[in-house]
């Protein structure tokens, strides 16, 4: 299968301002991509990657006073498969967890495991270890918030998502991943690119989506609180604690979001369309994750 992927992103900033992206396709799928064009910006910039110390891509731009436009279109090949399930992956012991994967289990910005963690003992210190858990744990945070752009708020933690029940993609991650490290269950943040592929088309706008990852059975599974189903067709960005590590967009000044637009579909089911088809969003942000 073939998946055509990309964005444009484009910001205003009242000086010249530094800024670093999170959007180049994570390291692991880079052998996948079939077509790609180079990081355009508008008007054109030099700009240098480096790799954190998660293991994304990081790109560094200086955007200039004014409006600053980046773009990227991509075709990738993925397998079709659905998000890989293993109901027999157990729990390791926290001794016996890799070196790094213990920083999974603290707590982060977003994920105030002090806060959740009698909850999330009294909620689930009865369900069967290991997938059954984690599963009940995705459940539980689908059916305890209400899905809606309108309620993004990028301050937003596990512990507010929990008590306001509402949010984005995001906040499901942050509070499933949460739920998880109160478990001793190490949980970490991922975001990327998912089409809707082998599913009835969304009628919202196609956006990134966050979802998040638990170490079972001594490696890293996908699981999505938001739609709850495997997906086919997951690209991954990046992979962090939290929305902390991995925003999409990060400027060290102030700056204004005027255009969002992102695209991810299999390539042979629309042959004639246009390389994006979402919306145009404008916010005041510092930090775009």
């Known amino acids: 299968m073939l998946i055509r992927l990309g964005y444009e992103i484009a910001i205003e900033c009242p000086q010249p301002t530094p800024v670093i992206s999170v959007l180049e396709i994570h390291k692991d799928r880079q052998k996948d991509i079939k077509r790609q064009t180079r990081v355009l910006t508008s008007p054109s910039t030099p700009s240098h990657v480096y790799e954190d110390r998660y293991g994304n891509s990081c790109r560094r731009f200086l955007a200039p006073a004014g409006g600053f436009r980046i773009l990227y279109d991509a075709v990738i090949e993925d397998s079709g498969e ?28 977003y994920c105030e495991t002090d806060h959740l963690g009698n909850l999330a003992w009294n909620l689930f210190g009865q ?30 933690t596990a512990a507010q998502a929990h008590e306001e029940r509402v949010g984005v993609c995001r906040d499901f991650a942050h509070l499933a991943i949460t739920l998880c490290r109160c478990m001793n269950i190490p949980a970490r943040y991922v ?34 609180a938001r739609h709850n189903v495997p997906r086919i067709g997951r690209v991954v960005v990046a992979r962090g604690r939290d929305a902390t590590d991995v925003p999409l967009l990060h400027s060290f000044g102030p700056h204004s979001l005027t255009t969002f637009k992102v695209w991810t579909y299999e390539q042979e089911s629309h042959p004639a369309k246009p390389p994006y088809h979402g919306v145009d969003r404008t916010v005041g942000a510092h930090m775009i994750a």
Do not use: C
């Not at 998000?83 to 603290?106: F, K, R």
């Not at 706008?205 to 990852?213: K, Q, R, S, V």
């Open 82 to 109: 659905p998000d890989e399930t293993n109901l027999q992956a157990g729990e390791t012991p926290i001794e016996e967890l890799p070196d790094d994967v213990i920083g999974s289990l603290l707590a982060s910005r």
């Open 127 to 156: 369900t069967p270890a290991g997938w059954a858990r984690v599963q009940a744990i995705a459940d539980y945070v689908h059916d305890r918030l209400s899905f809606g752009y309108g309620y993004a708020r990028h301050t937003r």
């Open 191 to 224: 975001n990327g690119y998912l089409g809707d592929i082998g599913v009835p088309p969304d009628p919202a706008p196609m956006d990134f989506n966050a979802w998040f990852e638990a170490f079972l059975g001594g490696k890293w599974y996908t699981f999505d």
